[in-house]
């Protein structure tokens, strides 16, 4: 139960940090690069380093890879989206996200085994 | 070009702090409990989840639609620019993601852990800020401007 209390406390701090940079910065768009920030990773790798050793974070980082790719294409469907189809924002990133969720499940199962 | 204005912060309430606090550290916990129950390999994909962009997209929509209002427009149609701006970032972002993980799924089992750490993070800003230089100069985002056809558009590149 500890271990996931300080999980959340410093998941949360992460994440908040980078959120209150993509507030300060300007232009927009470059504000957005802190809404893909590596926050949850630096939160979750170094506590399981900690914990599990490096090999174990090594395996979480191979498959952290895969979910960027679907990262990538999950952004940019919801820019287009938003701008194509003028939804708002909370309904198109939601309304997109299986799209997350597909794209990484479906490489991570093409890549079982090979990582 | 890339400004950095505190009183930004001023704009956000509370409550969006908190919200994206509690977002921030439910994704952390989620990708936690996964990777205990399921294994590294399945967890880890939960270290990439988008945990704030959906929070952080909202955010711009409702602040620039505010902005809009408190001068006498309805600002939503341009809410929703900003924020699809917003996302294209988050875009060029992801790229640097899969930098990040590359490196320390590469570096991590033969160097220093705190090294690789801060290796990836470089890795991480460095990628992202360079894509996004090359959108700026339009090398690949030409069609942000001409699709939306708006002035809108550029106004909002610009801020």
């Not at chain 1, 506590?47 to 191979?62: D, F, R, S, V, W």
Request: net charge positive; proline share 3%.
């Amino acid at each position: 139960m500890t271990d996931l209390i300080v999980r959340f406390l410093v998941g949360g701090a992460i994440v908040s940090v980078f959120a209150m940079l993509g507030d300060v910065l300007r232009p927009k768009s470059f504000a957005g690069l802190f809404s893909a920030a590596p926050s949850v990773a630096l939160a979750t790798v170094t506590l399981t380093i900690h914990k599990e050793g490096k090999a174990y974070a090594a395996q979480e980082a191979a498959s952290m890879l895969l979910a960027a790719v679907a990262f990538i294409v999950y952004a940019a469907a919801a820019s287009y989206v938003l701008r194509r189809y003028r939804c708002s924002a909370l309904f198109t990133t939601i309304v997109t996200m299986p799209v997350w969720i597909g794209i990484s499940l479906g490489l991570w199962w093409v890549a079982l085994g090979r990582l | 070009m890339v400004e950095f204005r505190i009183s930004a912060l001023k704009s956000t309430r509370p409550s969006e702090y908190f919200a994206r606090f509690v977002f921030g550290g439910a994704a952390t916990v989620l990708a936690g409990i996964i990777a205990k129950h399921y294994g590294a390999a399945l967890g880890g994909l939960f270290l990439a989840f988008p945990a704030i962009f959906p929070c952080s997209a909202t955010l711009v929509e409702s602040h620039e639609k505010e902005r809009k209002r408190r001068i006498g427009h309805d600002g939503t149609h341009r809410g929703r620019m900003a924020a699809s701006l917003d996302a294209a970032g988050a875009a060029l972002g992801a790229v640097g993601l899969v930098a990040f993980a590359a490196l320390l799924w590469y570096l991590l089992p033969r160097y220093n852990a705190a090294l690789v750490i801060a290796a990836a993070t470089l890795a991480w800003a460095a990628v992202s800020v360079a894509l996004w230089h090359l959108r700026r100069k339009r090398v690949f985002g030409l069609r942000v401007v001409q699709r939306t056809g708006a002035h809108a558009a550029k106004q909002l590149s610009n801020r």
